[in-house]
């Protein structure tokens, strides 16, 4: 059964910093991962979505590696802003087609 | 476009009654679409697949007699918590799978249930 994690469980960080969340996940047998953001009592934001075959995807100010062999992925935050706090979602998609959501990192930036 | 809606956004109902929570595509025909629940500062947990003019496929722990869910057409799913319970009380979440994909999922904004 999949298993994911995420650390740490909660960040805070004054602005301008550089940041790294972190996902592992149990069965390296999967088919994509994915991070989402979510804002308090809302739902889900895609920010990236990464294949197996792929290793790392970029927007913006975000990047996301994937290590499948090592189950692992990390997501950069460059130059972090206020805007930027919420909860930080890392989902693995098996190949049962169903996501497993990691528990989640809840970020805050300070101003 | 790929645009998922949930109604209502968020309802408050009486223990013993039951509610009915809906998630639509906008803008595309779903042919499966993903039932998660999610406790507060808590991660989201499927609870149910369901697949249009099929019955539904539950997780494991998840009481398909107390969570009704319906896919009657490929733009439409319902979830019907019947008999509802304090504990019930969640942010319920639906993901919707275009026709013709084998991975994608869009989500909805979530339906947060309060039972009092």
């Known amino acids: 059964k999949q298993e994911v994690t995420q650390i740490p469980a909660a960040l805070s960080v004054p602005e301008g910093e550089n940041l790294v969340l972190n996902c592992s996940f149990t069965?390296?047998?999967?088919?994509?991962l994915q991070w989402f953001r979510q804002d308090p009592g809302k739902g889900l934001t895609s920010l990236l979505l990464i294949q197996s075959s792929q290793r790392e995807q970029t927007s913006g100010r975000l990047n996301a590696s994937l290590d499948k062999s090592s189950g692992r992925s990390t997501l950069y935050i460059a130059a972090s802003q206020p805007g930027d706090s919420a909860t930080y979602l890392c989902a693995v998609m098996n190949y049962g087609q169903n996501f497993v959501f990691g528990p989640g990192t809840r970020l805050s930036v300070l101003p | 476009g790929a645009v998922v809606s949930q109604h209502p956004s968020w309802v408050i109902c009486k223990s013993g009654t039951s509610v009915k929570i809906e998630c639509r595509s906008l803008d595309f025909q779903a042919t499966t679409m993903f039932w998660y629940r999610q406790f507060p500062k808590q991660s989201l947990m499927l609870m149910a697949t369901?697949?249009?003019?099929?019955?539904?496929?539950?997780e494991q722990g998840v009481e398909k007699d107390k969570f009704l869910i319906n896919h009657a057409s490929l733009t439409l799913s319902t979830l019907t918590v019947t008999s509802a319970h304090p504990e019930d009380s969640s942010f319920y979440i639906c993901?919707?799978?275009?026709?013709?994909?084998?991975?994608?999922?869009?989500f909805g904004p979530g339906t947060r249930l309060t039972v009092t």
């Open positions: 993901s919707a799978r275009p026709r013709g994909s084998s991975y994608e999922q869009y």
């Open positions: 069965d390296s047998a999967i088919y994509n």
């Open positions: 369901s697949n249009e003019g099929s019955k539904a496929t539950y």
